[in-house]
């Protein structure tokens, strides 16, 4: 292959080329925008065992615990945005006690590469309010005052508030640095 010759324009023009091209690399530049990077986090709640559950007798009712709509939710770590992770689940499991306060949280599962993810998540499950699970015998004339995170519930029977946990799937997911939203886990 044989070099081909160049003429540089002795009339001044070059200069000017150049400084064109320098003003044409500098806009385009210009136009480059660091967009804020967000994640967005969703939960799943994990049906427990049979053998995780407590015993019934055919003549209790059960009325099931509910967390409080203020339970904030975890956050994507910010460190972790510019990395462009793909999905990262946590399943934890939150104990909470009879009167629906969270007492303990435990990973089950977690990106061992990324510990920032349990910790999102432990980070807000410790302040996580529940109406707690309460176990109830019908008995004719009896009614249970119970009270919890400051309101009082009544019910029809004997009634007991009981302990209990709940697992629940946690997916942090951004792309391109915007938050995703995800209504489950993502597929494995």
Same mark, same amino acid.
């Given at each position: 292959?044989?070099?081909? &010759?160049?003429?540089?324009?002795? =009339? ?11 003003? #044409? ?14 994640? =967005? ?6 049906? #427990? &065992? ?14 099931? *615990? ?13 460190? !972790? !945005?510019? &990395?462009?992770? !793909? ?9 909470? =006690?009879?009167?629906? %306060? ?5 990973? !089950? ?5 990324? *510990?920032?993810?349990?910790? #999102?998540?432990?980070? %807000? ?11 109830? %015998?019908?008995?004719? @004339? ?7 995170? @400051? ?24 792309? =391109? ?6 209504? &489950?886990?993502?597929?494995?």
């Amino acid at each position: 292959m044989r070099a081909k &010759a160049v003429s540089i324009p002795s =009339d001044g023009s070059l200069p000017m080329l150049f400084a064109l091209l320098l003003v #044409a690399c500098a806009t385009q530049q210009a136009l480059k925008v660091n967009l804020p990077r967000s994640g =967005d986090v969703a939960m799943t709640t994990v049906k #427990a &065992a049979d053998e995780q559950s407590y015993a019934t007798a055919s003549n209790e009712q059960w009325v099931a *615990p509910v967390p409080f709509n203020e339970n904030e939710a975890p956050v994507y770590p910010p460190e !972790l !945005l510019a &990395a462009n992770l !793909l999905p990262m689940t946590v399943r934890v499991r939150v104990v909470v =006690d009879e009167h629906g %306060v969270v007492t303990d949280s435990t990973a !089950l599962e977690a990106p061992t590469d990324y *510990p920032q993810f349990f910790a #999102a998540v432990q980070a %807000v499950v410790g302040a996580w309010k529940y109406w707690p699970l309460v176990k109830v %015998v019908p008995a004719a @004339g009896v009614s249970t005052d119970i009270m919890f995170n @400051g309101y009082l519930s009544r019910y029809e029977g004997t009634a007991t508030a009981l302990p209990f946990h709940q697992d629940y799937d946690v997916t942090f997911t951004q792309k =391109d640095g915007k938050g995703v939203v995800t209504t &489950a886990a993502p597929a494995q």
